[in-house]
């Protein structure tokens, strides 16, 4: 690797024949960097919003400066900050829930040998994906009811004596969706953990065969370093996210009682902004979240890069 | 794994976890997709009830009749064909092409390029911003609207980016060696070995094309001839939502189509193509592939 | 090889793409071609009748409301284009919040040629929308029979214009109401028939019954359990708990607020007396067991699941949030026969006070209405229609009884009726989108038709409302001697103040305004508190509690620009 790194270092000196030689390389990169201005880098001139009071007639230009006030309403508010706290719990337990149901559940398809089995059941895993959060919601809520199926088990195995009504304590609710999540996503999210593991060559799980590895070990030293490169990188992009941790699971699992741990900031702003005409409260709570995702991937990036040979960048 | 090792104690209790698994996996997944099929074909009005699990109870098929009686239903079905495989075709060859350059590890720009990449997926300048930028690059009211904008998508391109990096940089080097290009290794040596990750991501995006309707929505409201096949599907369902909701509009003895039936019904009509379609794609990521032997 | 293999795979696939694009495109210049034929067609026979009022004109309408789409070649839209001279293509709002939609269109600046959005104080601010008085002058007969002088200047802008027409609310001759469309406590029939219909006219009187029927009838006939009462709490739909305090202290349906009409003076319904003592109630019974325990935490489609059942004894719910379903579900599987079916009643905390439950008036909500464009191609022709809407009789027969002979027939008195298969059809989504044409946000009018007998809706009719009743629903109307729903509720007929109803205004606060935070401040609050009130072990405690969160959001700043409001009319 160190060897790899200084080579690295030599070879990227710009000179006018490595910049002949990767001509190619030259070209597709500008074109695609324009292609990412344009469609990417321009519109954030909207940000501006976050900084005035827009008006649509008005546009981005004419609308009246405000300065910070937006910011100012975002975190002069208890429940915002309330609310953060939630995206970023929700975000994090979401975020380790899946990525370990997926890779688990990889790991363990790849395990099966024979293909009549192991086909239909990754056709069956990610079926839930197509299904939309309401259809998806909406049965756990039946399932999850003091009359639903699930206390129905634990009143008949005699884990409880009453049933509980999960949707009506907070307690309840973090878990609740990150099971939603695991529910719909884990074969989806397994899909490219299954096309990582085909990477790697056969002949390795023979050679450990042959030196008498049982099968905990060939995927402990075999198939999860084959996917590692996957997994960091794709942890990497997704810790970014953390504050993405979604809108339709918490607005339709959600209800009064439970709404001091259910609110994430993309609802509070559909609440405060959007439904009150306040298109740059949005764009405010928008930025906020950009700068935050910015900063723990360029952290999360430099982890990456002194502990791993992985990175975003 | 052909000539078979006799189990250890160890192997077998794996064996028993991994069925357990995914016996438990399987009735857990499967379940929501049946109560859905259950639903679509039952009477709208006798699902009002509850307690449909797993096959309906009262057969019905004017869920399914309901849906393909639209008006616009096969034109938006045919648009969005179209733009599933011209997305899917060009947004794949743009990804992986760039993600082909980054990474080439002697690529003078290559972790410039990747930043510039990695901040587009948390960046978002809100939904009035890049609709004034479509208006003015003249994509709404146009099909087009539809695959330039999403080509290229930094989280595909990372993915594949990491697949790319995977393969031995000895054939790269033995390539150039013999003359060849940077466009020749991308589509001689690389691409064929890349066929599980296209294959995955062909996948991502032409789910994704299939599923999208909001830009149609958005960006062609009034455009019959580019409507799409969920933007209809939408519209039908928020329509019954409201029939269901709204003192204006209900009444009137037997309206047997409920939203919860209808939106069964247009989930399986959606759902159904694309599982059609998956096998073909799947034999690249699940039966596994060798590359060719290399090691570095 | 295999390489090729996929480069001749993909080639064809992007042939396969652009042929179908080919399609696509084709039947995008094709669609309007053939729709033009289909309009031919009928323009054929009608370019005779139509050359009064010249070519057909396609408007477009944006409706910031989800709702269904016609086809193109819609029958009656065929039949008014023909007549009228009008077409219009209404396209209504999916997957966005209406203000989203509002702004889009004007950050885009290109509108359709009618509109009707929630958000009209945006449209005006783009200058998006033409004044309407000169229009409205033009048609003296349409202006004087539609609102009167005082409802007009409801809609006068501050710039003095009037940019918009509410379609709806609008009475004309005698009212035909049957039903009760608003908010009351209802009761199953079965249980008013077990009681051998006893007068229940306090809340008190209303859980006592419920509870003395819960202790000689625990199960139904079928073993089902029976459930006295259930809240919906769903969201938006939260009001089946938060506003029944108004109504029983005597209040009519101002939302947001309660109007003393002896001073004038705007007063909150969430601290009154009548209010605490309604949770105390509430409290009470969920202390015993007799209010449902999912109460707090059910879906709208459990709700409706669980009415369905026939099990629930009471609930206060709007008459339109599930009349409709449960009804339809109580026919289909008989419990109507078995006295399910739900009765409106009028309660008050107090024995003898006035209730005004039941809103006798007009409505008129002058926030939103429809609208002409800038953008509009024939202005002049575009309020004619409008016009035309509301004064043809004709015209409003198509749109809402639909074609004579074929939706509905006459009897030898005049009177319209429709069959069962007629209904059927009438309800049916695929006849709808082929053959029914509303315009159901143009002007229209409730009440008795022109003819003096029929009803302006179907569903207003006497004969549809009593052909649907079933045996027990019939008794119990006759037991009472009642003939329609508000007679149940029996509130005192009066005039509302021209300020009524006062959420049309609260539903406009932003908040750009310390009043607007507060009323938003005040409704979440109030979703999380109520139901902690309700359930609380110790009342008193419970309500405390709740106060000091509430009075945290400073209702004051509310309550004083609702007074600001109220005062103009002074």
Not at chain 1, 200 to 214: K, N, T
Not at chain 3, 180 to 190: C, K, L
Request: hydrophobic residues 40%; glycine residues 6%; aromatic residues 14%.
């Amino acid at each position: 690797m160190a060897r790899n790194k200084n080579e690295e270092k030599k070879e990227r000196k710009i000179t006018v024949k490595e910049l002949k030689r990767q001509s190619f390389l030259l070209i597709v990169s500008f074109v695609v960097v324009v292609y990412g201005i344009i469609f990417y880098y321009l519109p954030l001139t909207g940000w501006i919003m976050a900084f005035e009071n827009y008006k649509p007639k008005k546009g981005l230009l004419g609308s009246t400066f405000v300065g910070l006030d937006k910011f100012k309403f975002l975190f002069g508010d208890d429940v915002f900050i309330k609310v953060i706290r939630n995206t970023f719990a929700m975000g994090v337990i979401n975020l380790v829930t899946t990525t370990v149901m997926a890779v688990l559940f990889a790991i363990l398809l790849n395990e099966i040998r024979r293909s009549w089995i192991k086909k239909p059941i990754q056709t069956i895993s990610y079926l839930p994906h197509f299904l939309s959060w309401i259809v998806v919601t909406s049965i756990l809520h039946v399932s999850l009811s003091p009359t639903g199926i699930v206390n129905d088990l634990l009143l008949r195995f005699g884990i409880i004596n009453q049933a509980i009504n999960f949707f009506a304590f907070p307690k309840y609710f973090w878990p609740i969706v990150a099971f939603a999540n695991c529910w719909k996503e884990t074969g989806w999210n397994a899909i490219i953990y299954l096309s990582a593991i085909t990477a790697i060559d056969p002949a390795l799980y023979e050679a450990a065969s042959i030196d008498g590895a049982d099968r905990l070990q060939k995927i402990r030293y075999i198939t999860f370093p084959g996917i590692k490169p996957t997994f960091l990188i794709l942890l990497l992009m997704n810790v970014g996210n953390v504050l993405n941790a979604g809108f339709e699971v918490q607005y339709l699992l959600g209800n009064g009682l439970v709404q001091s741990v259910s609110q994430t900031i993309d609802i509070y702003v559909l609440k405060w902004g959007i439904s009150q005409n306040d298109y740059s409260l949005g764009t405010a709570a928008g930025l906020f979240k950009s700068a935050v995702s910015i900063a723990i991937i360029l952290i999360a990036n430099s982890i990456a890069k002194k502990y791993s040979d992985q990175r975003l960048f | 794994m052909k000539h078979r090792v006799r189990k250890s104690t160890s192997d077998i209790i794996f064996e028993i976890v991994v069925v357990v698994f995914m016996v438990c996996f399987v009735t857990i997944t499967l379940y929501p997709v049946i109560n859905t099929i259950a639903l679509s074909f039952n009477d709208g009005i006798d699902a009002v009830r509850g307690g449909i699990y797993l096959w309906p109870r009262k057969f019905s098929l004017k869920n399914y009749k309901t849906v393909f009686a639209m008006q616009n239903i096969w034109v938006g079905a045919r648009v969005t064909v179209a733009r599933t495989i011209i997305a899917t075709v060009t947004s794949l060859f743009a990804n992986a092409l760039l993600a082909f350059v980054v990474s080439r590890k002697r690529f003078l720009f290559k972790s410039q390029l990747s930043l510039f990449w990695v901040i587009t997926m948390y960046v978002n300048g809100g939904m009035i911003p890049i609709f004034l930028l479509y208006k003015n690059l003249g994509l709404t009211g146009t099909f087009h609207v539809y695959w330039i904008p999403g080509m290229i998508s930094a989280f595909n391109m990372l993915v594949m980016r990491t697949y790319m990096e995977g393969i031995p940089e000895s054939l790269e080097e033995s390539a150039q060696l013999d003359g060849a290009g940077y466009f020749t290794i991308f589509k001689d040596i690389v691409s064929p070995l890349c066929k599980p990750v296209y294959a995955t991501i062909a996948l991502f995006i032409a789910v994704w094309q299939w599923n999208s309707w909001f830009d149609a929505m958005l960006y062609n409201r009034m455009k019959t001839e580019y409507t799409t096949l969920q933007y209809e599907l939408m519209k039908l369902l928020s329509s019954v939502m409201q029939q269901s909701g709204s003192a204006e509009n209900a009444k009137n003895g037997a309206a047997t189509i409920t939203p919860i039936t209808i939106r069964s019904a247009v989930t399986v009509a959606t759902m159904l193509p694309i599982v059609c379609l998956y096998p073909f794609l799947q034999r690249y990521f699940v039966t596994g592939l060798t590359i060719g032997g290399v090691k570095e | 090889m295999k390489l090729k293999k996929v480069t001749a795979l993909l080639l064809s696939f992007a042939m396969m793409a652009s042929v179908l694009a080919g399609c696509g495109s084709q039947a995008g210049t094709s669609a309007p071609a053939s729709d033009g034929g289909a309009a031919t067609a009928t323009d054929g026979g009608s370019s005779d009748t139509a050359s009064a009022s010249g070519e057909v004109t396609d408007f477009t309408m944006f409706i910031t409301m989800p709702g269904s789409e016609i086809n193109d070649d819609n029958e009656i839209a065929s039949l008014i284009a023909d007549k009228w001279g009008v077409k219009v293509k209404e396209t209504w709002l999916t997957g966005q919040t209406a203000s989203e939609a509002t702004g889009t269109l004007i950050a885009g600046g290109e509108y359709p040629d009618f509109i009707d959005s929630d958000e009209m104080n945006l449209l005006i601010d783009a200058e998006a929308l033409i004044p309407l008085d000169d229009y409205i002058d033009q048609y003296p007969e349409f202006r004087d029979t539609w609102f009167t002088p005082e409802e007009w200047d409801k809609f006068r802008q501050p710039d003095g214009h009037i940019y918009w027409i509410n379609p709806f609310g609008n009475t004309m001759g005698e009212t035909k109401q049957t039903t009760h469309n608003d908010e009351a406590f209802w009761i199953q029939v079965r249980v008013l028939e077990w009681a051998g219909y006893p007068k229940i006219e306090t809340m008190d009187d209303y859980f006592k019954l419920l509870e003395d029927y819960m202790a000689a009838n625990p199960t139904m006939d079928d073993g089902t359990e029976n459930m006295a009462y259930t809240i919906l709490c769903e969201d938006w739909r939260y009001f089946c708990l938060e506003n029944a305090g108004q109504f029983l202290a005597g209040y009519p349906n101002d939302g947001s607020v309660i109007v003393n009409k002896s001073n004038m003076t705007i007063e909150d319904y969430n601290t009154s007396e009548d209010t605490k003592l309604y949770l105390k109630k509430l409290n009470e019974e969920y202390q015993k067991g007799f209010v449902d325990p999912e109460s707090f935490t059910q879906t709208y489609d459990e709700y409706i699941a669980k009415l369905s059942t026939g099990r629930v004894l009471g609930m206060v719910d709007q008459w339109w949030d599930f009349a409709y379903t449960v009804n339809d579900s109580f026919k289909q599987s008989g419990l109507d026969l078995k006295g399910c079916n739900y009765v409106p009643l009028g309660l008050t905390t107090k024995p003898g006070m006035e209730n005004r439950w039941h809103t006798y008036d007009d409505t008129v909500n002058q926030a939103s209405g429809i609208a002409i464009t800038t953008d509009c191609k024939d202005p002049d022709k575009a309020f004619k229609f409008l016009v035309d809407c509301a004064m043809d009789q004709e015209l409003h027969d198509l749109r809402f009884w639909g074609v004579q002979g074929v939706d509905y027939d006459v009897d030898a008195d005049g009177l319209y009726y429709r069959t069962d298969e007629q209904r059927q059809n009438w309800a049916d989504t695929t006849y709808q989108a082929a053959h029914r044409c509303q315009y159901s946000y143009f002007p229209q009018w409730h009440g008795t038709s022109r003819d003096g007998k029929n009803a302006n809706k179907p569903e207003e009719q006497p004969s549809e409302f009593m052909n649907d009743m079933s045996a027990p629903l019939k008794a119990c109307f006759d037991a009472y001697g009642y003939t329609t729903y508000p007679q149940f509720i029996g509130s005192v007929v009066e005039t509302n103040g021209p300020w009524f109803p006062m959420y049309s205004y609260s539903n406009n606060f932003t908040t750009e305004t310390p009043g607007g935070v507060a009323w938003a401040k005040m409704g979440e609050t109030k979703h999380e508190w109520l139901p902690k009130v309700v359930m609380a072990p110790d009342f008193e405690k419970g309500w405390s509690d709740y106060m000091d969160a509430y009075s945290a959001c400073k209702p004051e700043d509310f309550i004083g620009e609702m007074q600001d409001i109220l005062d103009t009319f002074k």
